[in-house]
C-alpha cells in the first residue's frame, strides 16, 4: 500500500514537506475475524505485509497533504503463534484469495485530507481515498494521527473493509470448520522521512 499526502490548492509560500516511509521502522497490519467451532470462534487471525512503500506530503500551514501507500500483496506473513501445519494452511488459503500472481499489489492513494491541529506537532488527519485491490476500486476513508518531529513524521491509523466490495471470496480453514468474516480490519504505524 502506498500513503500519499499532497495539497491540492493554491501554492503556499513553504512547499509542502514530501516524506518517504521507512519500512524497517513502519508496520502495517490486517486483521481478520474468524467464526466456526467454538473453540475457534473467537480467533482473529492477524497478518503483517512484509513489502510496502509510501510516501506522504504535508502542508502545515494549510493542514493538508498527501497519502499514497502500496503494499505487495504476496507478501503478508501471519503473525500468530500457531503450528507450522496451521501456518501453511492460512497461508495458503491467504495466497488462494488475494492472487498475488494475478493481483500482485494494494494500492491506497488519497484524494482528500482534511487535517486538524490537536497540539504541537500533533495532528489528526481525516483521509478519503481509493483502494485498488484484487483488480477493484473503492472509495475508503482513513481515521489517522500524525506525529512531525525534525526530518520525519509518524503517522498511525485504521481502516476497515469488506472482502465482497472487492470481489475477494471468504476464506474458510479446515474444511469451512474455520470461516473468516467478511470484514478486515487494517492498522498502520508508520515512521517517514525527508
Given at each position: 500500500m502506498l500513503l500519499n499526502l499532497t495539497y491540492r490548492g493554491a501554492k503556499s509560500l513553504v512547499p509542502c514537506e514530501r516524506y518517504t516511509f521507512d519500512s524497517k521502522s513502519s508496520q502495517i497490519t490486517v486483521q481478520a475475524f474468524a467464526e466456526g467451532l467454538a473453540?475457534?470462534?473467537?480467533?482473529?487471525?492477524?497478518?503483517?505485509?512484509?513489502?510496502?512503500s509510501g510516501e506522504i506530503e504535508f502542508d502545515r500551514d494549510k493542514l493538508d497533504g498527501s497519502l499514497n501507500l502500496t503494499a505487495k500483496a504476496g507478501s503478508l506473513e501471519l503473525m500468530d503463534d500457531v503450528t507450522q501445519y496451521d501456518r501453511n494452511a492460512i497461508e495458503r488459503v491467504v495466497g488462494e484469495v488475494l492472487r498475488p500472481?494475478?493481483?500482485?499489489?494494494?494500492?491506497?492513494?488519497?484524494?482528500?485530507?482534511v487535517c486538524g491541529h490537536i497540539r504541537?506537532?500533533?495532528?489528526?488527519?481525516?483521509?478519503?481515498?481509493?483502494?485498488?485491490?484484487?483488480?477493484?476500486?473503492?472509495?475508503?476513508?482513513?481515521?489517522?494521527?500524525?506525529?512531525?518531529?525534525?526530518?520525519?513524521?509518524?503517522?498511525?491509523?485504521?481502516?476497515?473493509?469488506?472482502?465482497?466490495?472487492?470481489?475477494?471470496?471468504?476464506?474458510?480453514?479446515?474444511?469451512?470448520?474455520?470461516?473468516?468474516?467478511?470484514?478486515?480490519?487494517?492498522?498502520?504505524?508508520?515512521?517517514?522521512?525527508?
Open positions: 473453540g475457534v470462534a473467537a480467533h482473529r487471525p492477524s497478518f503483517s505485509a512484509r513489502e510496502f500472481e494475478l493481483f500482485p499489489e494494494v494500492i491506497f492513494r488519497s484524494s482528500v485530507v504541537e506537532n500533533l495532528y489528526r488527519a481525516d483521509i478519503a481515498g481509493v483502494v485498488s485491490l484484487h483488480g477493484v476500486e473503492n472509495v475508503q476513508a482513513i481515521q489517522a494521527q500524525l506525529v512531525l518531529s525534525d526530518g520525519s513524521i509518524r503517522a498511525y491509523g485504521k481502516l476497515r473493509l469488506r472482502q465482497t466490495d472487492y470481489s475477494l471470496p471468504i476464506a474458510s480453514v479446515a474444511g469451512a470448520m474455520l470461516r473468516l468474516r467478511d470484514e478486515l480490519a487494517f492498522g498502520f504505524f508508520v515512521v517517514a522521512r525527508q
